[in-house]
């Protein structure tokens, strides 16, 4: 019996190996390892020659991707702009010399040229945007092959927007996201954008029906054949929920002629469908198989979930049915130092602090973002405004118009099957000069490339988008009649508390008490200073829940440098490296109690802070305590600036400070749900070392990005806010410190940031200063 048995499992593994070999389909390889580096005061003789297969390049650096061109200080007063270059060498398998071969940068920055053995293959305008060619024809299989890219991130006529030095953020240069390389047989599915298709190329998923009993999941399926001959083909589509096969489709004799092209639409209906939203993003996978004479000659997976974004004739909206405010932010992709490289593992990273801080959506500022990020948001659950380039700044030609049209049309086809998108800005934010022509075209762009209902365009002016993007400070100071259209309030709670003219009364404040009291407030600003930013947020969504918008988006999220400006632009919910100010917990506790408790004591307590207590919470009533003494049992704050707030905030009055321990307690229907303590901070004696994963662990091979924070913490475990000491690291493994300027702390923490390697190994980290130590370990995996 155990002799069949054996006989039977070797049978099972043989034919096993045999199905995996018939169908080895090569999909897309990571060409992000080992790449030349220089920047290069060009002159016209290096030109020449730069980019040809014999020029030595054994002088540039090596770098990994994704790449930043220039390290920057942490307050960027003159970023590098410039020329650089990047080369690396390929090797196509000989096997591979009758096959389709693509070449894709997810972005580089901003205008890119593209050489594969010395001959020119792209050129590509814009930074945020994949630049995807198919290099079959320049390529050499069995042999070595140079790539060569030539990137400028100068100021642009063509691209926008304006020039740096005028510019409200910064475009940081480099490879700066990943490059793949694919390999495919010459029937296969095509590239959206190289097909060049409208509403379609690739696999685009729509949903003609959107219900729990039953969904419709419309597939269709764009398919070239490249051979001299017609071919018949067998199309393949699976739906998968966790893994689960839950539908599966074939459709057999699909004849293809020579050098054709064919679409193939599929409508499978999913019974007892999972629905996409923000409490539950439900997630589907796509398997799509092409094969020929029984062999998988082609497949791609496709993430998607089922949604379906609608307004009533209030323009109030509703996913899948319930009304729904989304409650937002905006977000820069910026990080300390190496500016827009960020891995794929940080890019999710920033997006669960994004939902962890209480936010269901995000508007997207001011430029396509990464596709690892619109993943993230797909995963937990974020509504997402998705944009193309444009600030302030119109070119009034026809290389500028054709240049945001295209961008238009090729953010709806990479971006098209995230659940995550509501509408589309096909608008350049902030910028009077657009023409109604120049805004009914894009808008015509959105709808074709996506057509159907529920698709909506968006821009900052109501003139012709189907969703009109406000921000309050314009609001306030030019109050009109409003359309008869959705409205989101697109930005709100920085400038109008700090702009002189922002109609709030700042022009009669001197500019001392105009800083102060605005949102810009850095950590080590204080505990007063940053409950500024906390009262101010408070307000202003309170009054944005008072309009008709169906959502708001404070902002910012994170902090970020500014071209135009000297310093940090501080109205971050979290600073730089991600660490949160007090606003942030306001947020926090704005989430539904069903979701997660909240409860959060806004003070450090210690001689500094205000003896009127803030307590963000989501819980119907507070405990609070003073070394073990009962100060009062309260509800939830009412009158100013609190009558629309799910949960408004707590304020107990203490009439002096007395050191030792606050403890706060949150009841629920009577019932303790929560509790925490903030005691007042002593000495400090040691280190606190942490890294920051936030739902990612350490990740070799993808030149992953982290901060490890270091706070000086007393025997109590507190972190002493007055502790600004500078920090000195030792590193046993291959992570990087990447910042320039010295690590130090700031109220209490100091960061730094780290690039991993490729080798799977255990970090260990030492941190001293001024006389204290502490250390961390963790694994890269």
């Known amino acids: 019996m155990k002799y069949l048995k054996g006989i039977v499992l070797l049978i099972v593994a043989t034919l096993t190996l045999q199905f995996c070999k018939k169908n080895d389909i090569v999909e897309a390889t990571p060409l992000n390892e080992d790449w030349k580096f220089s920047k290069i005061n060009e002159t016209g003789a290096l030109d020449e020659s730069i980019y040809s297969i014999a020029y030595d390049d054994s002088q540039w650096e090596t770098v990994n991707l994704p790449h930043t061109a220039n390290i920057e200080p942490l307050t960027v007063n003159n970023q590098w702009q410039g020329i650089c270059w990047y080369r690396k060498r390929i090797t196509i398998p000989k096997s591979d010399k009758d096959k389709k071969i693509f070449f894709e940068l997810e972005a580089a920055m901003n205008y890119s040229k593209i050489w594969i053995n010395g001959i020119e293959v792209k050129d590509h305008q814009g930074g945020y945007l994949p630049v995807i060619m198919d290099i079959s024809k320049y390529v050499k299989p069995g042999a070595e092959n140079i790539v060569a890219i030539r990137l400028d991130n100068t100021d642009n006529l063509v691209t926008g927007p304006k020039p740096l030095k005028r510019l409200d953020f910064n475009m940081f240069g480099g490879l700066y996201r990943k490059v793949n390389l694919t390999t495919k047989e010459k029937i296969y599915i095509s590239h959206p954008v190289l097909a060049n298709k409208i509403a379609g190329g690739g696999v685009f998923i729509t949903y003609p029906k959107v219900s729990e009993a039953a969904s419709i999941v419309n597939i269709k399926t764009h398919v070239i054949n490249e051979y001299e001959n017609s071919e018949s083909i067998e199309l393949v589509q699976i739906i998968l929920k966790n893994g689960k096969i839950i539908q599966e489709k074939t459709s057999s004799n699909i004849e293809i002629k020579a050098g054709k092209d064919i679409e193939l639409t599929e409508q499978i209906t999913i019974v007892n469908a999972e629905l996409w939203s923000p409490k539950h993003p439900n997630l589907y996978s796509l398997e799509t198989k092409v094969l020929q004479d029984g062999k998988v000659i082609d497949q791609q997976t496709t993430n998607f979930g089922i949604r379906e974004f609608t307004f009533d004739d209030k323009h109030q909206l509703h996913i899948n049915g319930k009304k729904t405010f989304l409650r937002g932010v905006n977000r820069h992709q910026e990080y300390p130092y190496i500016g827009y490289a960020l891995s794929d593992n940080a890019q999710y990273r920033d997006a669960k602090k994004i939902k962890d801080g209480g936010f269901d959506y995000i508007r997207l500022s001011h430029y396509p973002q990464s596709p690892a990020f619109m993943d993230a948001c797909d995963e937990q659950g974020l509504v997402v405004i998705d944009a193309i380039m444009g600030w302030q700044f119109y070119n009034d030609t026809e290389d500028f118009r054709n240049y945001c049209y295209q961008s238009a049309t090729n953010l709806i086809r990479r971006d098209r099957n995230h659940p995550s998108v509501l509408g589309w800005e096909v608008s350049l934010n902030e910028t009077k000069e657009m023409p109604v022509y120049f805004m009914e075209e894009l808008n015509n762009i959105t709808h074709a490339e996506y057509p159907g209902d529920h698709v909506y365009s968006c821009g900052w002016k109501d003139d012709v988008y189907d969703i009109y993007l406000e921000a309050r400070q314009h609001r306030i100071l030019r109050p009109h009649p409003y359309k008869e259209m959705p409205i989101t309030v697109s930005e ?272 260990i980290v030492n941190a001293n200063a001024a006389g204290l130590s502490g250390n961390h370990e963790f694994k890269i995996d």
Request: no cysteine; proline share 4%.
């Open 492 to 763: 709100y709670g920085d400038w109008e508390y700090y702009s002189k003219n922002a109609g709030l009364n700042q022009d009669k404040l001197p500019n001392d008490v105009r800083t102060e009291m605005s949102s810009r407030q850095a950590r080590g600003y204080g505990e007063k200073r940053m409950m500024r930013q906390a009262i101010n947020v408070q307000e202003a969504h309170n009054d944005n829940l008072s309009t008709r918008a169906y959502s708001d988006s404070y902002w910012v999220m994170y902090d970020y440098n500014r071209g135009y400006h000297d310093d940090i632009e501080r109205s971050g919910l979290m600073d730089l490296f991600r660490l949160p100010k007090l606003a942030y917990y306001f947020y926090q506790s704005q989430r539904d109690i069903d979701d997660v408790a909240v409860l959060k004591l806004a003070t450090y307590w210690n001689d500094k802070s205000p003896t009127d207590i803030k307590v963000y919470s989501n819980t119907d009533e507070v405990e609070l305590y003073l070394n073990d003494e009962l100060i009062a049992k309260q509800k939830p704050d009412s009158g100013k600036d609190t009558e629309n707030l799910k949960h408004p905030p707590y304020t107990f009055n203490l009439n002096e400070f007395k050191q030792g321990t606050l403890k706060a307690v949150g009841f629920v229907d009577g019932k303790k749900i929560t509790e925490d303590i903030v005691i007042t901070p002593q000495k400090p004696t040691k280190l606190k070392v942490w890294l920051d994963e936030s739902g990612k662990t350490p990740a070799a091979g993808q030149n992953d990005i982290l901060f490890l924070y270091v706070a000086a913490i007393d025997d109590n475990g507190t972190i002493n806010p007055d502790f600004t000491e500078t920090i000195t690291l030792e590193i046993n493994g291959s992570a990087k410190v990447m910042n320039v300027d010295a690590v130090n702390a700031e109220a209490g923490i100091a960061t730094a940031v780290l690039q991993l390697g490729n080798t799977k190994e255990t970090i």
